[in-house]
Structures are given as C-alpha cells and as structure tokens.
C-alpha cells in the first residue's frame, strides 16, 4: 500500500523498524480523511470534517507510519506549524474538481514549501477526486502549481480518488524528482 513511500523512506532512516511521522494536509474538503482511512483499510462511509487532527498508526514493511491528518478549515491553518517537528514525509491532499480554490492551495502548499522545518522533506500530492468528471488531470495541476520548480526536495503528483481507492497506492522511485 505505502511500497512508494517505503522507497523513500529506506532513504531516510537506517533501520526499517523506526517509527515514521507523515504530515497530511491541504485544504478543507480536499480529501485528507478519507484518504488516510482509505491507506488504513477503513470504512470509508461515515466522515465528517476534521476539527482538529487524526492520527493513524500503520505497519507496513517493518516500518510503523504515524500519519498526522490535520484539519484543513482555514482557522486551522496556523496551527499546522506545530506539527512540523521531525516529519519525515509531507503528504498535500488537492480537491483537483474544486478549481475555484486552486489559487489559495496553491499558495498553502508554497507557504509550506518555505518552512524551515519542512526543508528538504519529501513531498507526495495527491490530486484527490479524479472520479468526478470536472476533476482537472494532475499534469495541468502540477503546471499551474509550477510543481516543476521544485529543486530542493523530491517530491511527486498522484492522481487519486480518496474514495474509490484508485491511485491511492503510490510508486515513487529512489531518489527521483518529478
């Protein structure tokens, strides 16, 4: 299920049995929660939006995931920087049918990308909602993010749908930048 994330992280830690820490976020309404349930094999069918945060614990490979799934609402914001501290991976969930607000996720995940703490961790988007017909494909996502100028971290853009589980399981390859 994480064997993308997996690759990278054998990169990072030297040995597989630590814990890892991924930092989920992104908009209100992009996905983040249903996402995370669908990684952790759970029922999909009852969510509500996230006020505060999650948090799931997953065995993968000899490796324990802790996910951080933090609210997305904009009074919450702020508070994502208190969860920055020793992330191994950051995962930002985009609503790709939701083109209204890709100004605004777009400048959240540059806001991130410039964060001290955040230096240098690997990046994984998701472009959530690909089962809606208005879902904009990850490529114009990627360029109208300018993903492309990306050079300080490895990062990739996955097409998803949090809710089918489609392009939930994510390949990345060792040390690659998209």
Partial sequence: ??????????????????????????????????????????????????QGFNIKSVQSQGFKLNVWDIGGQRKIRPYWRNYFENTDILIYVIDSADRKRFEETGQELAE??????????????????????TAAPASEIAEGLNLHTIRDRVWQIQSC????????????????VT
């Fill in 1 to 50: 299920m994480f064997k993308g994330l997996l690759s990278i992280l054998r990169k990072l830690k030297s040995a597989p049995d630590q814990e890892v820490r991924i930092l989920l976020l992104g908009l209100d309404n992009a996905g983040k929660t249903t996402l995370l349930k669908q990684l952790a094999s759970e029922d999909i069918s009852h969510i509500t939006p996230t």
């Fill in 112 to 133: 991130l990308l410039e964060e001290e703490k955040l230096s240098c961790v690997p990046v994984l988007i998701f472009a959530n909602k690909q089962d809606l017909l």
């Fill in 161 to 176: 749908s949090a809710l089918t589980g489609e392009g939930v399981q994510v390949r990345l390859l060792e040390g690659s």
